[in-house]
């Protein structure tokens, strides 16, 4: 028999394909559109490829600000609601109908 040096052998190809997880130029095609995407929502949030460390320390920054912005944002709404709740339950309390034990 003459070996073939064009093709790599069935156990070679069979591990190649086993360890990739597919054909190689399959893989590479999903490798290249997952990149695309990822790179995409990264761009969204800020991060910037050339100055990653910066990127990240901005992002740890901008949600430690938005959580901060968050809960003044509910201490806001929590006062506006106390104006009309709280004088009404105490006068729903003051003159509401005596309850017996």
């Known amino acids: 028999m003459v070996n ?4 790599l052998p069935a156990t070679s190809r069979d591990g190649m394909h086993r360890f990739l997880g597919g054909s190689p130029i399959t893989v590479a095609f999903r490798l290249i559109l997952l990149s ?3 790179g ?3 761009a969204a949030i800020g991060f910037d490829p050339w100055n990653i ?7 740890f920054q901008r949600i430690w600000n938005l959580g901060f912005d968050a809960i003044n944002g509910l201490w806001r709404y929590f006062l506006l609601g106390a ?3 709280v004088p009404v339950w105490l006068l729903s309390r003051l003159f509401g109908a005596p309850r017996g034990r």
């Open 83 to 85: 104006v009309i709740v």
């Open 36 to 38: 695309i995407l990822v």
């Open 4 to 7: 073939d040096t064009r093709e």
């Open 53 to 59: 460390v910066y990127s990240i320390r901005l992002l």
């Open 40 to 42: 995409v929502v990264l």
